[in-house]
């Protein structure tokens, strides 16, 4: 079974600049969700998709960020403009209806803003 | 407020060690999950505990669930290099339904 696929892998930028970031939850997996992990933290939930609608975004900087899942199945997260504190590791994870406290999840991105 | 603490941050022990990580809360959860994350990629399942006083045993590694269901701990036995990695617990407090790390425990194993 193939896992949640994310890419780019890794990315440099500029403040101020935009960047998005791609995830393809396991197939069956109605709920998506996007993380941010700062070095030496744990993953911090920013909004978690139930197929193509939004349940939690309480934690999502809006000015900023924002994110969808168009057709229920793959997401785009997006920075713009980007600032130095959002350097981070961007985690997607999935996991079957029901059991949304079981998440698998993608390698992750890691976004360098300089 | 860290809802999850873990304790230690971090661990450098020798090759055939044993030790234990805690996470603690003054929170009810209804499951707490452990993962572990190895660099550059994202966090695996290991395990998911339900019941206060559960215990579940993964090859050399043991998971305890507290009574109250408010901890949990992490034991290793003759730990390997190969459990190199960040170990993260994970929960639900209350009926809140939105998934919660702790900050982890980095583990380093020398041959």
């Known amino acids: 079974e193939a896992g949640v696929a994310q890419s780019p892998r890794y990315k440099i930028i500029e403040k101020r600049q935009s960047v998005a970031f791609w995830c393809n939850p396991i197939?069956?997996?109605?709920?998506l969700y996007w993380y941010q992990q700062i070095l030496g933290q744990g993953p911090k939930l920013l909004i978690q998709f139930q197929n193509n609608g939004v349940v939690d975004d309480s934690q999502l900087p809006k000015d900023r960020f924002s994110a969808e899942r168009l057709k229920g199945v793959d997401s785009t997260l997006k920075i713009q403009p980007a600032k130095l504190e959002d350097s981070a590791v961007y985690l997607c994870?999935?996991?079957?209806?029901?059991?949304?406290?079981?998440?698998?999840f993608g390698p992750g991105t890691r976004l360098t803003v300089t | 407020t860290q809802l999850l603490e873990q304790s230690p941050q971090f661990l450098s022990i020798q090759e055939g060690e044993n030790l234990t990580v805690y996470c603690n809360s003054s929170?009810?959860?209804?499951?707490l999950q452990w993962y572990r994350q190895e660099p550059g990629e994202g966090p695996v399942l290991l395990v998911t505990?339900?019941?206060?006083?559960e215990v579940k045993k993964l090859k050399r590694l043991t998971f305890q669930f507290g009574d109250a269901r408010k901890d949990s701990s992490l034991h290793i036995t003759a730990a390997q290099p190969g459990d190199t990695g960040l170990y993260l617990c994970?929960?639900?407090?209350?009926?809140?339904?939105?998934?919660?790390f702790g900050q982890g425990t980095t583990l380093q194993v020398k041959p």
């Open positions: 994870a999935s996991s079957f209806p029901g059991l949304d406290y079981e998440q698998y």
């Open positions: 929170s009810v959860f209804s499951s």
């Open positions: 994970a929960g639900a407090p209350g009926n809140t339904g939105k998934l919660i």
């Open positions: 197939s069956g997996h109605a709920t």
């Open positions: 505990v339900v019941t206060g006083g």
